[in-house]
Nanobody
């Protein structure tokens, strides 16, 4: 059984920064594709970004709404994936989820097999 546990959410003013963490257990995640998603009240869960491994290199891909502001990284020794969020805006307010899969996955939430419980991020004006 693979489990993902998120932390790091909270309240921050517009323009501020937060770093979310996603700790994995159950197996080694060094070659997993890891995605970040978010969901605001009354809205569909949307893709934020992903990190995948190929040929010994890690690649990242981001939604246009967060490109240049958010950064995904991982620490394989700690089985942890991070989402660094800078220049936060009120529209970034949502519950943020990390997700993982053994097979390459894209931007659709249904493509990911493993999910964290979510962590609330609130950005005030």
């Amino acid at each position: 059984q693979v489990q993902l546990v998120e932390s790091g959410g909270g309240l921050v003013q517009a323009g501020g920064s937060l770093r979310l963490s996603c700790a994995a257990s159950g197996r080694t995640f060094s070659r997993f594709v890891m995605g970040w998603f978010r969901q605001a009240p009354g809205k569909e869960r949307e893709f934020v970004g992903r990190l995948n491994w190929s040929g010994g290199i890690y690649y990242t891909y981001y939604a246009d709404s967060v490109k240049g502001r958010f950064t995904i990284s991982r620490d394989n020794a700690r089985n942890t994936v991070y989402l660094q969020m800078n220049s936060l805006k009120p529209e970034d307010t949502a519950v943020y989820y990390c997700a993982g899969d053994q097979v390459y996955s894209g931007t659709n939430p249904s493509e990911y097999d493993y999910w964290g419980q979510g962590t609330q991020v609130t950005v005030s004006s």
